[in-house]
Nanobody, 118 residues
Framework: VQLQASGGGLVQAGGSLRLSCAAS????????MGWYRQAPGKERELVAS???????YIVESVKGRFTISRDNAKNTVYLQMNGLKPEDTAVYYC?????????????WGQGTQVTVSS
């Protein structure tokens, strides 16, 4: 599975960005799709995830501002980020979990930089 992420950039506080991540290759068996982020000097954290059945998780710090969605037909996951704050500055990584024959495989995108200026 290959992941191609896009949509990062530089935005002022209060602005919006939309991240996209498209999976290609052996996409059969894709289950969870999500976004992680890693700020300088900090550990990577899960921001949001969604199952194939559209159950969703959003980390508390971005609730009400970020929305995750997916298009199963396109094997694509999106992260709509509104009301961005400087503390949202990080490299954002998409993550896809493939489950097949009882095995789990995690795939990661290349990371896209999101910078929020104050």
């Amino acid at each position: 599975v290959q992941l191609q992420a896009s949509g990062g950039g530089l935005v002022q506080a209060g602005g919006s960005l939309r991240l996209s991540c498209a999976a290609s290759g052996r996409t059969r068996g894709i289950n969870d799709m999500g976004w992680y982020r890693q700020a300088p000097g900090k550990e990577r954290e899960l921001v949001a995830s969604t199952t194939r059945g559209y159950n969703k998780y959003i980390v508390e710090s971005v609730k009400g501002r970020f929305t995750i969605s997916r298009d199963n037909a396109k094997n694509t996951v999106y992260l709509q980020m509104n009301g961005l704050k400087p503390e949202d500055t990080a490299v954002y990584y998409c993550n896809v979990v493939v489950e097949t024959s009882g095995d789990r495989y995690d795939y990661w995108g290349q990371g896209t930089q999101v910078t929020v200026s104050s």
